[in-house]
Every structure is written in C-alpha cells, then in structure tokens.
C-alpha cells in the first residue's frame, strides 16, 4: 500500500513536469488541466502496476531465498496493468456525469472491472512461500 502511495505522489509530481514544457506563460486555459489529467491517467497506469510487481518480485525473492529476476518482475508487471481497468472506466465514463445523466448498466460495469481489476492483482501480487523438501 505503501508503495502504491509512492509512486501515486511520484505521478502527480511527473505529471506537471512532463506538461511544464507545453504551457506559454501566462497561459491558465482549462485545456491544461485537461491534459495534466489525462497525462497523469496515463503515468500513474503505468507507474503503479510497474511498482507493485517490482515490490512483489523483491518480497518473493527475499521469501525464497533467492536472486532477483528481471523476467519474472517484467511478467508480473504485464500481468498487473489490467489492475487501472476499473479506475479508468469510472474516472472516464462514471464520474464526469450526474447521477440521472449515466447509463442504467454503469454499476455493472463497474462491478465487472473491479472484479477483472482484483484478479489480476492478486495473480500478479501474490507471493509463494518457499518450497522446503523433505
């Protein structure tokens, strides 16, 4: 959880950088506001999953008792990007509108990606104790 907090702070703050470049002075139009949020929907769905499956594989391999592996950290955190699927779909579809504006079937839907959002977290996050022979 910490590490989610992190790197969330970490994107809020990569996020006006990597915009700062494409503001004029004086420039306070709602188009920047726009755009910081939409760069930093796209940083943070990146970064987040990223993080977590980089933890997850330095956990799993302190648990082990064995080397850090970039291939497994890569996969778990390829496994771990359908985890923004459900904030995505609320942040684009659910939140802009008033409540007698959305669709009937948002709440499904929003059940369904949190669900897809939750598997896949725990595939991705999930560490496996050592194996002791006997």
Do not use: H, N
């Amino acid at each position: 959880m910490l590490t989610a907090l992190i790197v969330f702070m970490l994107a809020i703050a990569l996020s006006f950088f990597s915009i700062l470049p494409f503001v004029p002075a004086g420039d306070d139009s709602p188009g920047l506001g726009l755009l910081w949020l939409f760069v930093f929907f796209a940083e943070t769905s990146l970064l987040v999953p990223l993080s977590l499956g980089t933890t997850a594989e330095l956990i799993e391999r302190k648990v082990q008792g064995r080397s850090f592996e970039w291939l497994r950290a890569l996969k778990r955190f390829l496994i771990a990007l359908p985890i923004a699927i459900a904030p995505l779909y609320y942040c684009d579809y659910v939140w802009p509108f008033i409540e007698s504006r959305r669709p009937a079937y948002w709440i499904w839907k929003e059940v369904l990606f949190c669900g897809i959002s939750y598997a896949f977290a725990y595939l991705a996050l999930r560490v496996r104790k050592r194996v002791r022979p006997d």
